[in-house]
């Protein structure tokens, strides 16, 4: 084992993933459930035998470095499930966002003759190559969040809907203006030039115009919260008059209610993006311009170490008559209000 990775065999604690996935591994009726910011919430799901301990396999896992909360949630939730299966033998690599190192590492589990990888690229195009070199040595690899460019290059995708949140954002802001054509539309994104923030911006174009709206206004950060304060202050001062905002990304978000307060203004409702407990804080206290949140699962990797084990064990999704496991699993992106606040809250990361 290389000195980037360290072993993970001992089980502590199971962290929540999306309700299929659980059920297909779970085998007892109720179990009480462990997230990730210290919180607890109760699962009833089908019974099953897949949780029962088999052969042990080992899990190779690389992702870029915790420097955002959803980030850091990734990780942290794909450590947690592999410590709940007695049966798993995890390999983490160092958080990298360097291109090259990230290669290395997926190199190095190959040469170790890992059982599968769960990979969440820095960058899906740069990572494709080693990964069919993964899959061509007979290690299946499971592609988490970034896609890669060559559908061989993975033997399971585990996708956020990025076109979906917007989609999600753009219907609640509809609803919530209800009819009212002429109203201000502002759109905070994040990293214009990325695939999955031109999926977001779409989805959430393409919601508005049902309801004969469109984005008046429209900057852009870069996930990070001194890009979001840096790009909402441009919006403020270039709009007097804004009705609602959507904002891509809640890490981002911490900037962008700096700069509201810095400025000011509450004339406008905001709608967030991936769902971060900081934001499901400002949703419940009432006083917030924040309305609302669209999901973007933290729990992808989770998702995906659980979709490795089964395949290194030849076992397939219970809850499916499938005998295989499903090459794409693409996870929901609802919306978070006040109404549902109470239920996404104990499994929301931190910022």
């Known amino acids: 084992m290389s000195a980037t990775t360290r072993r993970i065999a001992t089980p502590v604690v199971l962290l929540a993933s999306v309700a299929l996935l659980a059920a297909c591994t779970s085998n007892t009726p109720e179990q009480t459930t462990e997230t990730a910011n210290g919180g607890t919430t109760e699962n009833t799901n089908a019974g099953s035998s897949n949780d029962e301990s088999g052969e042990t396999v080992t899990i190779g896992f690389s992702a870029p470095a915790a420097d955002h909360g959803w980030m850091g949630a990734i990780t942290t939730a794909a450590i947690a499930e592999a410590e709940s299966f007695e049966d798993i033998d995890l390999q983490v690599a160092e958080g990298t966002n360097d291109v090259n190192t990230q290669i290395s590492q997926v190199e190095t589990f190959i040469n170790d003759g890992v059982d599968a990888i769960v990979l969440l690229p820095y960058d899906g195009a740069a990572l494709t190559e080693v990964a069919v070199e993964a899959m061509e040595a007979g290690i299946p690899v499971i592609n988490v969040d970034r896609e890669f460019s060559r559908p061989e290059a993975a033997r399971v995708t585990v996708l956020g809907d990025n076109y979906g949140m917007g989609r999600s954002a753009g219907q609640f802001i509809c609803e919530r203006l209800d009819g009212q054509e002429d109203a201000v539309v502002a759109e905070i994104a994040g ?115 659980r979709l490795a084990r089964l395949l290194a064990q030849d076992k397939a999704m219970s809850d499916l008559v499938e005998v295989e496991v499903p090459r794409l699993v693409q996870l929901y992106a609802p919306v978070v209000t006040a109404d549902n606040v109470d239920q996404y809250l104990p499994t929301a990361f931190e910022s």
Do not use: K
């Open 191 to 305: 990293i214009d030039n990325l695939p999955l923030t031109q999926d977001r911006s779409q989805g959430f174009a393409d919601a508005l115009a049902e309801c004969d709206l469109d984005v008046d206004r429209r900057v852009a950060g870069d996930f990070t919260p001194q890009g979001g304060e840096s790009a909402t202050s441009n919006l403020l001062q270039a709009a007097p008059q804004i009705d609602a905002i959507w904002n891509h990304d809640d890490d981002q978000g911490i900037g962008v209610l700096a700069a509201i307060e810095n400025a000011g203004r509450d004339e406008f409702f905001l709608v967030g993006g991936a769902g971060s407990a900081n934001m499901m804080r400002e949703i419940q206290d009432g006083d917030s311009v924040v309305e609302a949140t669209v999901i973007y699962p933290a729990t992808q990797a989770a998702d995906g170490i």
